[in-house]
């Protein structure tokens, strides 16, 4: 998991080439293990002030705190090597990287890129 995961930051700009099932899988479980320990760490440091109720249903991070600009960073951080991996990806299972964009499209695009990443590679 950790070699995937070093391949990941490795290729954070790389666009070309193929990344498997496997090791993509591995790379966003290790992705939200980070992303959760340095959140937690974040609101020990900053306090618990890192999410704000928005309604009596949901909550929402408070950017205001330091925990929240924190986690703010720590997002645009992965954004290019998210998105690089995602076109790797869909390059493994033959199809073209502009296929991206479908995520763009409301509920309908998030379940045809899922089903497009758990789908087996041409390999």
């Excluded at 993509?24 to 306090?47: D, E, H, K, Q, R």
Aim: some cysteine; hydrophobic content about 50%; charged content about 15%.
């Amino acid at each position: 998991m950790l070699q995937a995961y070093k391949d990941y930051w490795k290729g954070y700009v790389d666009f070309k080439g193929k990344t498997g099932r496997k090791n993509y899988w591995l790379v966003v479980l290790m992705s939200l293990i980070v992303t959760f320990v340095i959140g937690v760490i974040a609101s020990l440091i900053f306090g618990p002030d890192m999410m704000v109720q928005t309604s009596p249903y949901s909550n929402t991070f408070n950017m205001a705190s330091g925990a929240g600009i924190i986690m703010f960073c720590w997002t645009l951080v992965n954004i290019l090597p998210d998105l690089a991996i995602d076109i790797r990806r869909l390059h493994d299972i033959g199809k073209s990287g502009w296929w991206i964009l479908i995520g763009l499209v409301p509920f309908v695009g998030s379940i045809i890129l899922l089903v497009f990443f758990l789908t087996k590679g041409e390999n």
